[in-house]
């Protein structure tokens, strides 16, 4: 909700990672004024705050007395003001906004922004002992999400908004998009804020964009807001202030004839006025909700700090957006308020939305009569023409729907001349002038929600197991009933004593904790959802007994521990931080059910139980498990009902003469046999065309073979592209110089697991190849990352060390890297550091290619030749070629690379005689060819 100058630096976003604060950022900002003794200076009394009860604040007092002096409302009562109840936290602003929506965060330190996903601010916010960096967010602006249903303005904001009375009301009906992307944007998206601050965060002086009022309620926390009145000398000092720079070593409110503070406990609210400079000190972690409104009882003060933003160069990201097109929309409300009739090229069906009926509109016109303007407003009309007339014509940014922009602007000059005399006392009628009269046949305006913790179902303060029904598939629920026991036989019918379920299951009316949403994502109130309940992802914790899905669960840097005795069961990521349990003694839950199945499960578990070795692929082992469940069915099994499509035939040469022989005219170029071997020589990109081609090419084009490397080199990266792509499941996948983003990779990384080769050439670390830092990277065996910008030491650490992410079920915490065979680095920012991680972290490493790295020197190369490093024995190939610092004295340090058979050292320092007595000093039979060394070629050469 400010102006203030963001900075486009990324920053990382967990609390472990302590990296918020750079050291240019610091020189760049400092401030240097002490803001604990602004706080207790005698300096900023109470000034200029008027204090009101909450039904006092109403629109009658906006037209009698203008908004133009800060409000403060100790208690909302009376405000029709709706907020959730003080229980609210950031937790449940992450369900409700979504854990991937990314936040725009200012560093207190330097006032520059970074950005962060809700689900990583959540986890800093949250933690216990995080780190002391200030971190402020001030922009989160939550329209069209979840959270939208449970907040709404105070009436009187609600009654002069031009958001909702001026700007028409189907342009904002159309808005589905939840992020503030200017392009997808409909209508100008500020009336809702979340605003969520650590203790400590300051946010300097600053005027809120466009000139907009604001409505602030503290929901937790406590806020000390710095106030100064935007007259004249006040808003040309600050655009001095603004200008030179110098904002860290000046406090604004020292430079002012008077500045006053108030402090805002939770459950009070603050109305701040059109142009006023002030400045937040948060004491204590808050939680705040509030909201930015144009109006009409400060049009002019609006105007000029629209002004002002244009002399201060602020960025249009950062203004109010749709300003100009807002003024002719408010215009345009006007004329239809005071004459009767609209400029508004629409049809019929959007004017009756808008302005109601036919008919509706008729007697509106005849009714209207003389209504009095009051001073501002009639003032305000004459700014807003004399704004837009002072605008350049490629500025004047008349809205499309307006086909009439000087039919409009006389209709202006004839309400100002024939209200030049209305009476003020005539104008205070306590009715908005400005509101949509088609708003009361919208059926879909409803109500906002009102947040409720404990809502049906939902197990937040649940002291007891959720409730478990029977599974149905286990073989105590498919046991016969006896007939003759109590239950059997007893009035109403009771379950039957041999019916006893081993496998217990959530029951589907099981809500998450967190979220509310059932074990199947869904609304419990949702009927039409298909909820089998082996696809239940509930799971409940044997400890605490919280039921929460695993992606709802906080990140404690533990995973919790599924247990394979009941289903939906776990020990929870928190109760194995704090209270883990013991090996000694099983959960209570397990020893229950160990009870209950007897000696039945452990047989059942050995009679499907498949041992296979390291080297068997999952594909042999399914199989086998496959056979041996078919082997215990009892069951017939049954044939399909339906045609299916049998695996693809392999054809053999042979097959093809058979047919020949039988077919003399048949056409060999149309044979699988003869056009498979073509196709691949084709790149993926001619093999896709080549599909196009005829049904019998397009069958040919599917053959899997084809589609083992798939070569995206140079491609415009699309969602279609990369569907597409996971649909082959490639073993090598090119994506040299793409447009691939971050987003787009940590799609696809999860869903190719059988990718052994990936080549990132030529794309940016931050932006895109520091997705692979991730649980989810397929385990590489080849990786190429050759001309990536911004890869350097710590960049490459980040890549090579255990992953922040994690996912249930995941034992091996260490890189998805760790087994790479082949790394290339060429021209790359990496030093002599980076080939220490290498060295520690790529055990199997056989082929290194860091040419082109300037950074390099001999330590580098100590580091791969350090004794009893995995590297010394398994590296065979090295290209060292245009690394311009190494010399013969790192070339001895390759001798105890005892099986290194390839170096490269095209354009180095390193000498002949030195490499040939690395040549002379090796078991293998090599050759030095030039700068490169390699092993003798076998065999006589043909003449």
Same mark, same amino acid.
């Given at each position: 909700?400010?102006?203030?100058?963001?900075?486009?630096?990324?920053?990382?976003?967990?609390?472990?990672?302590?990296?918020?604060?750079?050291?240019?950022?610091?020189?760049?900002?400092?401030?240097?004024?002490?803001?604990?003794?602004?706080?207790?200076?005698?300096?900023?009394?109470?000034?200029?705050?008027?204090?009101?009860?909450?039904?006092?604040?109403?629109?009658?007092?906006?037209?009698?007395?203008?908004?133009?002096?800060?409000?403060?409302?100790?208690?909302?009562?009376?405000?029709?003001?709706?907020?959730?109840?003080?229980?609210?936290?950031?937790?449940?602003?992450?369900?409700?906004?979504?854990?991937?929506?990314?936040?725009?965060?200012?560093?207190?330190?330097?006032?520059?922004?970074?950005?962060?996903?809700?689900?990583?601010?959540?986890?800093?916010?949250?933690?216990?002992?995080?780190?002391?960096?200030?971190?402020?967010?001030?922009?989160?602006?939550?329209?069209?999400?979840?959270?939208?249903?449970?907040?709404?303005?105070?009436?009187?904001?609600?009654?002069?908004?031009?958001?909702?009375?001026?700007?028409?009301?189907?342009?904002?009906?159309?808005?589905?998009?939840?992020?503030?992307?200017?392009?997808?944007?409909?209508?100008?998206?500020?009336?809702?804020?979340?605003?969520?601050?650590?203790?400590?965060?300051?946010?300097?002086?600053?005027?809120?964009?466009?000139?907009?009022?604001?409505?602030?309620?503290?929901?937790?926390?406590?806020?000390?807001?710095?106030?100064?009145?935007?007259?004249?000398?006040?808003?040309?000092?600050?655009?001095?202030?603004?200008?030179?720079?110098?904002?860290?070593?000046?406090?604004?409110?020292?430079?002012?004839?008077?500045?006053?503070?108030?402090?805002?406990?939770?459950?009070?609210?603050?109305?701040?006025?059109?142009?006023?400079?002030?400045?937040?000190?948060?004491?204590?972690?808050?939680?705040?909700?509030?909201?930015?409104?144009?109006?009409?009882?400060?049009?002019?003060?609006?105007?000029?700090?629209?002004?002002?933003?244009?002399?201060?160069?602020?960025?249009?990201?950062?203004?109010?957006?749709?300003?100009?097109?807002?003024?002719?929309?408010?215009?345009?409300?006007?004329? +239809?308020?005071?004459?009767?009739?609209?400029?508004?090229?629409?049809?019929?069906?959007?004017?009756?939305?808008?302005?109601?009926?036919?008919?509706?509109?008729?007697?509106?016109?005849?009714?209207?009569?003389?209504?009095?303007?009051?001073?501002?407003?009639?003032?305000?009309?004459?700014?807003?023409?004399?704004?837009?007339?002072?605008?350049?014509?490629?500025?004047?940014?008349?809205?499309?729907?307006?086909?009439?922009?000087?039919?409009?602007?006389?209709?202006?000059?004839?309400?100002?001349?024939?209200?030049?005399?209305?009476?003020?006392?005539?104008?205070?009628?306590?009715?908005?002038?400005?509101?949509?009269?088609?708003?009361?046949?919208?059926?879909?305006?409803?109500?906002?929600?009102?947040?409720?913790?404990?809502?049906?179902?939902?197990?937040?303060?649940?002291?007891?197991?959720?409730?478990?029904?029977?599974?149905?598939?286990?073989?105590?629920?498919?046991?016969?009933?006896?007939?003759?026991?109590?239950?059997?036989?007893?009035?109403?019918?009771?379950?039957?004593?041999?019916?006893?379920?081993?496998?217990?299951?959530?029951?589907?009316?099981?809500?998450?904790?967190?979220?509310?949403?059932?074990?199947? +994502?869904?609304?419990?109130?949702?009927?039409?959802?298909?909820?089998?309940?082996?696809?239940?992802?509930?799971?409940?914790?044997?400890?605490?007994?919280?039921?929460?899905?695993?992606?709802?669960?906080?990140?404690?840097?533990?995973?919790?521990?599924?247990?394979?005795?009941?289903?939906?069961?776990?020990?929870?990521?928190?109760?194995?931080?704090?209270?883990?349990?013991?090996?000694?003694?099983?959960?209570?839950?397990?020893?229950?059910?160990?009870?209950?199945?007897?000696?039945?499960?452990?047989?059942?578990?050995?009679?499907?139980?498949?041992?296979?070795?390291?080297?068997?692929?999952?594909?042999?082992?399914?199989?086998?498990?496959?056979?041996?469940?078919?082997?215990?069915?009892?069951?017939?099994?049954?044939?399909?009902?339906?045609?299916?499509?049998?695996?693809?035939?392999?054809?053999?040469?042979?097959?093809?003469?058979?047919?020949?022989?039988?077919?003399?005219?048949?056409?060999?170029?149309?044979?699988?046999?003869?056009?498979?071997?073509?196709?691949?020589?084709?790149?993926?990109?001619?093999?896709?065309?080549?599909?196009?081609?005829?049904?019998?090419?397009?069958?040919?084009?599917?053959?899997?073979?084809?589609?083992?490397?798939?070569?995206?080199?140079?491609?415009?990266?699309?969602?279609?592209?990369?569907?597409?792509?996971?649909?082959?499941?490639?073993?090598?996948?090119?994506?040299?110089?793409?447009?691939?983003?971050?987003?787009?990779?940590?799609?696809?990384?999860?869903?190719?697991?059988?990718?052994?080769?990936?080549?990132?050439?030529?794309?940016?670390?931050?932006?895109?190849?520091?997705?692979?830092?991730?649980?989810?990277?397929?385990?590489?065996?080849?990786?190429?990352?050759?001309?990536?910008?911004?890869?350097?030491?710590?960049?490459?650490?980040?890549?090579?060390?255990?992953?922040?992410?994690?996912?249930?079920?995941?034992?091996?915490?260490?890189?998805?890297?760790?087994?790479?065979?082949?790394?290339?680095?060429?021209?790359?920012?990496?030093?002599?550091?980076?080939?220490?991680?290498?060295?520690?972290?790529?055990?199997?490493?056989?082929?290194?290619?860091?040419?082109?790295?300037?950074?390099?020197?001999?330590?580098?190369?100590?580091?791969?030749?350090?004794?009893?490093?995995?590297?010394?024995?398994?590296?065979?190939?090295?290209?060292?070629?245009?690394?311009?610092?190494?010399?013969?004295?790192?070339?001895?340090?390759?001798?105890?690379?005892?099986?290194?058979?390839?170096?490269?050292?095209?354009?180095?320092?390193?000498?002949?005689?030195?490499?040939?007595?690395?040549?002379?000093?090796?078991?293998?039979?090599?050759?030095?060819?030039?700068?490169?060394?390699?092993?003798?070629?076998?065999?006589?050469?043909?003449?």
């Amino acid at each position: 909700m400010s102006s203030k100058k963001k900075s486009n630096s990324s920053r990382s976003a967990k609390s472990k990672a302590k990296v918020y604060v750079s050291d240019d950022e610091d020189e760049a900002f400092a401030q240097n004024f002490d803001i604990s003794e602004k706080l207790m200076s005698k300096d900023f009394p109470k000034y200029f705050v008027k204090e009101m009860k909450g039904d006092e604040v109403t629109l009658e007092h906006f037209q009698k007395q203008g908004f133009s002096t800060p409000l403060f409302i100790p208690d909302k009562a009376g405000l029709h003001l709706t907020v959730p109840d003080p229980t609210f936290t950031v937790s449940d602003v992450r369900n409700m906004v979504g854990s991937k929506r990314i936040l725009e965060v200012m560093n207190c330190a330097t006032q520059l922004n970074s950005e962060m996903t809700m689900k990583d601010w959540e986890e800093f916010f949250m933690h216990p002992n995080r780190d002391e960096t200030k971190l402020n967010v001030i922009s989160l602006e939550f329209s069209q999400t979840r959270l939208e249903n449970y907040i709404s303005a105070p009436r009187v904001v609600r009654q002069i908004d031009w958001v909702d009375n001026v700007w028409p009301r189907h342009l904002k009906a159309d808005q589905d998009d939840g992020t503030n992307n200017m392009n997808r944007m409909k209508y100008p998206k500020v009336q809702k804020y979340c605003l969520m601050s650590v203790a400590g965060c300051y946010t300097d002086f600053h005027i809120d964009f466009g000139g907009t009022s604001v409505w602030y309620h503290i929901l937790r926390g406590q806020k000390v807001f710095w106030l100064i009145p935007p007259t004249d000398a006040n808003l040309k000092l600050y655009e001095e202030w603004t200008l030179s720079g110098k904002q860290g070593d000046v406090f604004f409110g020292d430079t002012v004839e008077k500045c006053g503070r108030i402090v805002v406990d939770a459950g009070n609210t603050l109305f701040i006025p059109s142009g006023w400079i002030h400045a937040v000190y948060t004491p204590e972690d808050s939680l705040v909700f509030g909201g930015n409104f144009l109006h009409s009882f400060a049009i002019e003060k609006q105007l000029r700090i629209a002004q002002i933003e244009e002399l201060t160069k602020v960025p249009s990201k950062y203004r109010f957006p749709f300003f100009t097109e807002l003024q002719w929309y408010a215009l345009d409300k006007y004329v +239809y308020a005071l004459l009767g009739r609209t400029h508004l090229s629409v049809e019929e069906a959007t004017l009756i939305q808008l302005y109601g009926e036919k008919w509706e509109r008729d007697e509106f016109k005849t009714t209207i009569g003389h209504p009095h303007l009051t001073p501002q407003e009639l003032y305000g009309l004459k700014a807003i023409v004399m704004f837009i007339h002072a605008l350049p014509v490629t500025r004047k940014s008349v809205p499309r729907l307006i086909k009439d922009p000087v039919g409009l602007i006389r209709d202006i000059r004839t309400i100002v001349e024939s209200h030049k005399n209305d009476s003020g006392e005539k104008a205070v009628t306590g009715k908005p002038l400005l509101y949509w009269p088609g708003l009361k046949n919208d059926k879909k305006w409803t109500k906002v929600k009102q947040f409720k913790r404990e809502s049906q179902n939902m197990t937040t303060d649940s002291k007891g197991p959720a409730i478990r029904v029977a599974c149905k598939a286990c073989e105590g629920c498919l046991v016969e009933v006896c007939g003759v026991c109590t239950g059997c036989v007893s009035l109403p019918r009771r379950r039957c004593v041999n019916k006893r379920c081993s496998q217990p299951v959530l029951d589907t009316s099981t809500t998450c904790s967190s979220c509310g949403l059932d074990g199947w +994502y869904a609304s419990p109130s949702m009927s039409l959802v298909d909820r089998p309940i082996e696809t239940c992802v509930l799971m409940e914790c044997s400890v605490c007994m919280r039921v929460v899905h695993p992606t709802c669960e906080t990140d404690y840097g533990v995973e919790g521990t599924i247990s394979t005795l009941q289903p939906n069961t776990w020990h929870c990521p928190s109760c194995m931080k704090f209270s883990p349990p013991e090996d000694s003694e099983p959960p209570a839950k397990s020893v229950k059910l160990e009870a209950d199945i007897g000696g039945a499960a452990a047989k059942q578990e050995q009679e499907f139980l498949v041992r296979g070795t390291s080297d068997q692929s999952k594909l042999e082992l399914r199989v086998q498990m496959a056979e041996k469940i078919m082997a215990a069915s009892k069951k017939q099994l049954k044939q399909p009902s339906y045609v299916f499509r049998p695996p693809p035939r392999i054809v053999k040469a042979e097959d093809v003469y058979e047919k020949l022989k039988k077919q003399p005219d048949l056409d060999l170029k149309l044979e699988e046999v003869v056009l498979l071997p073509i196709f691949k020589y084709l790149s993926t990109v001619d093999i896709a065309t080549c599909g196009c081609v005829c049904k019998v090419w397009n069958t040919i084009s599917l053959d899997p073979s084809l589609w083992n490397v798939v070569d995206l080199t140079s491609q415009k990266i699309s969602s279609h592209l990369l569907s597409t792509t996971v649909q082959k499941q490639p073993v090598g996948l090119l994506l040299d110089w793409t447009n691939m983003g971050k987003q787009q990779l940590n799609w696809l990384l999860p869903r190719i697991p059988q990718t052994k080769d990936l080549s990132l050439v030529g794309l940016e670390y931050n932006m895109t190849v520091s997705a692979l830092n991730t649980c989810n990277c397929p385990m590489l065996q080849e990786l190429n990352l050759s001309f990536v910008a911004n890869l350097n030491d710590a960049a490459l650490h980040k890549l090579l060390t255990t992953p922040r992410d994690s996912r249930p079920g995941l034992l091996d915490k260490k890189s998805r890297l760790k087994n790479l065979k082949k790394l290339s680095l060429k021209n790359t920012e990496v030093s002599d550091i980076s080939l220490r991680y290498i060295t520690q972290y790529l055990p199997q490493l056989t082929y290194l290619a860091v040419s082109g790295c300037w950074k390099l020197s001999d330590a580098g190369l100590a580091q791969l030749g350090m004794a009893e490093s995995p590297t010394c024995e398994n590296l065979t190939c090295l290209d060292l070629s245009y690394c311009r610092s190494v010399t013969d004295s790192g070339l001895s340090h390759l001798h105890r690379c005892v099986n290194l058979t390839r170096l490269d050292s095209s354009h180095t320092q390193m000498t002949s005689e030195g490499l040939g007595t690395f040549v002379s000093s090796s078991k293998h039979k090599l050759k030095l060819y030039g700068s490169v060394v390699d092993r003798k070629q076998s065999g006589k050469r043909k003449k």
